[in-house]
């Protein structure tokens, strides 16, 4: 994964672009979503009702080359 930045917020032209290796070796990132006990690894959410529809628990893992893995998980605040 590279990161792609510009040196300055108002960018024109002839802006420096700096990039930067994030992960090498990254073979896939998976998601899956959490919402009252039950996994899902695609979620759809509705605007008109935000919090009853953004997930409990977010989870990410990033799969590398070797087949080892980082995984993350992080509370939403689906529930009020």
């Keep these: 994964f590279i990161r792609t930045a510009s040196v300055r917020p108002d960018t024109v032209e002839t802006t420096p672009v700096v990039e930067r290796v994030l992960l090498e070796g990254v073979d896939r990132v998976e998601a899956r979503f959490q919402r009252g006990g039950q996994w899902s ?4 959410g509705d605007f008109a009702e935000v919090y009853r529809v953004i997930p409990d628990l977010i989870e990410l893992t990033i799969v590398f080359e ?3 893995a980082f ?3 992080a509370l939403a605040g ?3």
């Design 66 to 68: 070797d087949q080892s």
């Design 78 to 80: 689906g529930r009020g």
């Design 41 to 44: 690894v695609r979620w759809e």
């Design 71 to 73: 995984t993350v998980a």
